[in-house]
């Protein structure tokens, strides 16, 4: 079944990826993307692809509901930049903020079938649904880095937004929270693996989550029936096989 998907984030090293598949699948995509030459060129002129040059947080409520609708799905690759301004200046709560629009957006439309929302985030994000034991060190600097880095605690709130406040209830949307380890770039995809929680401490000893291979497992989530049923409302932690 062909598929219509939103993808916020595109123009970062995972959501261009995540673009990519998505068209290589057969699939239609819309992308927000406020600096549309970000974009590689063979992507913007691909069919199956519609751009709109706006950001989810420019938009106003009724324009980015005309943007979700029709949408069977949507991803955020969206992310701070690794620069003092991207980290430290505003807006400090981007994902966070992104992330809510786009579901009151969803659930403004009363869509006729849940709309797919995938977050990718990171495994130093621990899902408080699960018992996900962390050292005393890791503790610390945890708390360290939501005090000191910005970036860190705005993914946090951003899966709490789909854990909390969407959570299994919420009308039209269903949610997924995907996430990686320390990213690294590979040129094609590798076997992977999906795992409930983290099975190794993401500061102190970080496994290796290839971006393609991210995109590749956010295009399964998104557009796979199996493999949304086996993981919607969860967040699965990648890692790439050694």
């Not at 094609?188 to 993401?202: E, K, N, V, W």
């Amino acid at each position: 079944m062909t598929m219509t998907c939103l993808v916020v984030g595109a123009s970062g090293a995972t959501g261009r990826l995540l673009v990519a598949e998505l068209l290589a699948r057969g699939h239609r995509v819309r992308v927000l993307l406020r600096a549309p030459g970000r974009l590689p060129q063979a992507l913007r002129e691909a069919p199956g692809l519609s751009l709109v040059g706006s950001s989810a947080l420019d938009l106003s409520a009724a324009d980015l509901a005309r943007q979700v609708e029709g949408c069977d799905a949507v991803a955020s690759c969206i992310g701070h930049t690794m620069s003092w301004r991207g980290m430290f200046g505003p807006p400090r709560r981007l994902v966070t903020e992104t992330t809510r629009r786009l579901c009151e957006a969803i659930a403004a439309l009363r869509p006729a079938r849940p709309v797919r929302f995938v977050l990718m985030c990171s495994a130093g994000v621990r899902n408080q649904d699960l018992s996900e034991p962390i050292s005393w060190g890791q503790h610390s600097l945890l708390a360290l880095l939501r005090l000191l880095l910005p970036p860190h605690a705005d993914n946090e709130q951003a899966a709490e937004q789909l854990r909390r406040r969407v959570g299994a209830q919420a009308q039209g949307i269903e949610w997924a929270v995907l996430r990686p380890d320390a990213l690294v770039d590979s040129e094609q995809p590798t076997p992977y693996t999906l795992h409930p929680s983290p099975t190794r401490s993401a500061l102190f000893d970080s496994g290796r989550s290839s971006r393609i291979n991210v995109a590749h497992c956010m295009a399964e989530l998104l557009c796979e029936e199996p493999t949304w049923q086996r993981w919607k409302g969860r967040m699965p932690v990648l890692y790439d096989e050694a």
